[in-house]
């Protein structure tokens, strides 16, 4: 039944079928999470034999007979840095190697720009009375988080079936020289499951930013991150940037840590070959570098890009059954009440759920009542704000298999719900 | 012979043998480094069995059944906080857990401060014209170096055989509002090797500064790099500021980088109870919290308090034969020509060697040219600049046992002849 064009009395008639499978559900006293992007148990027990790769001292040695066990290599172990140069596109000397948090990274280049200001930079961002990001929307929660955390102003930008609105985009940033920067998930975005289209990823390659030290922080978290052989491709910006000549505009970062492990994996930052010797630098005077017994470990395990893209395969198959299972629940519980948009993405680690305008709040609250827990309504928009209160994250990966498709179904008669109860006004 | 009232042909004769022995040390053609604070080999050997500790999934679950390869316990596995609580003689809620670089987390908080300020600040340092941090010199270069990246202006601090110079101290910050905060390794000071006295420590603890947010960074590096069963002590800062009230003016750190492994350790920051719920709140904008693979393998590595001596102690048996045969050899090389300070120090990973004033560098360029590095001149102070050019920091560390006496020979010998040239004008 389409809801939005049907009668009072069929509405009424569908309301209590639906309360009642409601009623029904929260009777059986659920405890159910489908918030987080976590791994789940099976795909962290993907790479086992990493935990005890290096077991003696000689097997600590790098391939230029350095022992990573001690002080040195604060750009990290080169053969590490070349595999995932060949993975993120670019050159050896356009990568870093950090810690195990690539958020943690983006953090700290963004509040160095706070702090000292980048190589372009007329003076650090934090002498300015007020500097603003731009944040394609709905986005990654975090990012937005960073923003609030350092008083960084937020201009939302609208997500389109091609990526952010690049109109939009190219006009402000030529407009105000205090926009600095802005957040981008160009593969999978989280959580639209979106691709940027390879014309919106030339125009960020072309973009003439007023502010000179405008920097586009590419999150290609899910670079690698396929569900099916046939994938989508993201255009390689830093090749783009090459032609266009602006290659100190972007940094773009990975990790591993939906590759090995969450709680303990290695993350890198690509960008031009200066803008690396930049972080070099800084960095040389921030810190002592990072685990490089922890690299060590991943370079052995992983041996060479064929490795990263085999282990892939394997997390693909765990995650696939999931999505695809809530993914038909959606199907058969929406069905033609046109109540609900979404797309099945390729890849990634969410699915994008956009109910009736007004009613994702009441959705999350009803299911919070039987005991499903979804991602917070709004955290996917800066300041936590949904505007049009519609969006809500799916995040299938840390559930049981078995699990996937009640809990999705559960969503479903929630939604249903939430959206009689507007349209019935109740 | 006195170097200081020796007659001029008495120190030209001098002059003669020591340069005659210098060119036969030339003539061989060494290569030798003294440089870095680094373990050696067997050091990194001792925690062999931690690399292979967490063998299969079930040893990846942490005290609480929580398995640590995934997101989560942002603020450190609770069973390693509580493990190095103890150590640093705080409570359970007052130590958080960082990443491998306990400088990185200074410089984090620094840099925090700089752009979001402290929870007691009027506005980020970042806001000011300029702030001030107080440097007692010498002392660790790495602290300067944050500064001056940072442009934070750096006000010399002298060393007394107490500690920092606290009369200067307690009169600067009471004055002037613009100094924020200073740099302090309390036990075995890099490179003086002097533990700070009670006194200055409770007055450390009593410190009332005309800033609200000036904070105590209290590198703790040394804390149990003792080398004698019978050693230093330094008094429990955060206890003393307990009896005081300021405990939120002070952080301290510690590592398992000279414990573990210099490329792969965990660090730590204890403060007040409410720094550390401020720390964690802060620290989960700014990233996915760190390695907690890392952090259980080092607590099944220690298992205990006592399992964290029992590995300095043997750390000590490596270490003490070098930093014996390097004093043996400046007390015998020196003599009693007058031209060097030094001490003898209990723990830590240096010698600071004073030759006569006016002399360092050029000592430091007579060892280069014979083929043995040594720290760079002038590190040990703000801006590089030693204003007597008098400081040599010696490292025993990483040479090989038997060439620390060579080496500390080879060091006495340059230090005599650049003295020997100074006092005859040469």
Chains 1, 2 share one sequence.
Not at 334 to 342: E, K, L, P, Q, S
Request: one cysteine or more; aromatic letters at 10%; a negative charge.
């Amino acid at each position: 039944m389409y809801y939005l064009d049907a009668s009072k009395e069929a509405l009424n008639e569908e309301y209590a079928l639906v309360k009642k499978e409601w009623d029904d559900v929260k009777a059986k006293g659920l405890s159910l999470d489908m918030s987080r992007g976590k791994p789940e148990k099976r795909q962290l027990d993907l790479c086992g034999e990493m935990m005890t790769i290096l077991k003696t001292p000689e097997d600590c040695k790098n391939e230029n007979g350095f022992d990573v066990r001690n002080y040195g290599l604060p750009t990290g172990i080169p053969e590490l840095k070349r595999l995932f140069a060949a993975v993120m596109g670019v050159g050896e000397k356009e990568i870093f190697t950090g810690g195990n948090s690539s958020l943690n990274f983006m953090y700290n280049l963004i509040v160095d720009g706070m702090a000292i200001g980048f190589p372009e930079s007329e003076k650090p961002w934090g002498k300015y009375d007020k500097i603003r990001f731009l944040c394609p929307a709905p986005g990654y929660d975090r990012h937005f988080g960073i923003c609030q955390h350092l008083g960084i102003e937020m201009i939302t930008i609208p997500m389109l079936p091609t990526g952010p609105d690049m109109n939009m985009i190219e006009k402000l940033v030529s407009e105000d020289e205090t926009i600095k920067g802005i957040w981008c998930v160009p593969k999978y975005s989280n959580p639209t499951g979106i691709t940027f289209s390879d014309e919106t990823v030339r125009r960020f390659a072309s973009l003439s930013p007023k502010a000179k030290d405008f920097k586009i922080f590419w999150d290609n978290a899910y670079l690698v991150h396929d569900l099916y052989d046939e994938h989508d491709r993201v255009l390689n910006i830093h090749e783009e940037a090459k032609k266009t000549g602006k290659g100190n505009m972007i940094f773009s970062f990975m990790s591993t840590s939906k590759i090995t492990l969450a709680g303990g994996g290695v993350c890198f930052v690509a960008s031009s070959e200066e803008n690396i010797a930049w972080i070099t630098k800084t960095l040389s005077l921030e810190g002592l570098g990072y685990d490089k017994v922890n690299q060590l470990r991943h370079m052995r395990y992983f041996k060479n890009v064929e490795g990263v893209y085999a282990v892939m395969k394997k997390h693909a198959d765990i995650l696939r059954p999931k999505f695809e299972s809530v993914l038909k629940e959606f199907n058969q519980g929406f069905g033609d009440t046109g109540i609900a948009r979404y797309i099945a993405p390729k890849g990634g680690y969410f699915i994008s759920l956009n109910v009736l305008p007004g009613t994702a709040k009441r959705t999350w609250a009803l299911a919070k009542e039987i005991g499903v827990t979804l991602t917070n309504v709004g955290a996917t928009f800066p300041y936590g704000i949904d505007p049009q209160d519609e969006n809500l994250r799916i995040a299938p990966s840390n559930v049981l298999p078995e699990d996937a498709a009640d809990i999705a179904h559960y969503v479903t008669v929630c939604a249903r719900l939430a959206a009689l109860e507007k349209l019935l006004e109740k």
